[in-house]
């Protein structure tokens, strides 16, 4: 038989427990709705441009500055240049970024860029003055928003996806980065060479061009060697770097030994 003074104890007990449960978790909501209000603020504020701390990772770009952010970027920064590119080709900003792309492409960097299918039949010229600096390009049906990985350190993107006149971001947070490289490269591998916009090597070339980067000749001699320009060289070179998934020449060799082309 129940003791009633140990029942009463027991319930007394179980409602200052739940007294105290109820006191934590409401405390615990004014935490969460403090801190939700503080982070809806934190980035409000960066999605303005307002935060200049060292820390901010994400900038809104000044209207009619892009072109010359991006090619700052470029000039400045190193590693693989990737563009998702529905319209840009055809216009000022575009053409002037152009430039600095097969700067550096010429350089030696590597470049890819992916275009609706209707490039193709709009303006092909400013596309194929990227493919003949060496710039792969691959086209989609359709795309529904401008995109730019600069390397691993920033990229360019809009505010609102898809719409083309939203006000761009340049985002330099390393996860992001990351996240919009993933995302170009998902798009890469699902994208079609065109005849005409694909500058590829050969095999035979490509096989070639691997013996003699493996002997550790110079651009100038492979040049002389295959019978092209140093700008093809160079071209053909990133072209199999990217082809290995290498990042410089030694790891080509290595990846070509596994590959079975050495």
Known sequence: ???????????????????????????????????????EGYVGDYLAGRRNSPSAFVDAVP???????VM???????GELRFLRPDQWVLPMGQRIDTAVIEAVGSGRVSRAIY????????????????????????????TARLTVLGSKAAVLPEVWGSPTSAPLLVRQPSLVAVCTAFFDQLWAVAVAVHGYDEGVDTRTRDQLVHLLARGAKDEHIARSLG???????????????????????????????????
């Open 1 to 39: 038989m129940t003791d009633p003074d140990s029942e009463h104890r027991r319930l007394v007990a179980l409602g200052a427990f739940v007294d105290a449960e109820t006191q934590g978790l409401a405390e615990a909501g004014q935490r969460l709705a403090a801190a939700q209000h503080e982070l």
């Open 63 to 69: 209207a009619g500055q892009l072109d010359e952010v």
């Open 72 to 78: 700052t970027l470029i000039a400045s920064g190193t």
């Open 116 to 143: 609706p299918a209707a490039m193709t039949s709009t303006e092909p010229e400013a596309v194929l003055a990227r493919v003949h600096a060496g710039e792969r390009v691959r086209v989609l049906p359709t795309l």
């Open 228 to 262: 092209v320009s140093l700008r093809t060289v160079r071209r053909w070179i990133a072209s199999v770097l990217l082809e290995l998934g290498a990042e410089s020449r030694f790891q080509a060799g290595v990846e070509a030994v596994r590959a079975g082309w050495l």
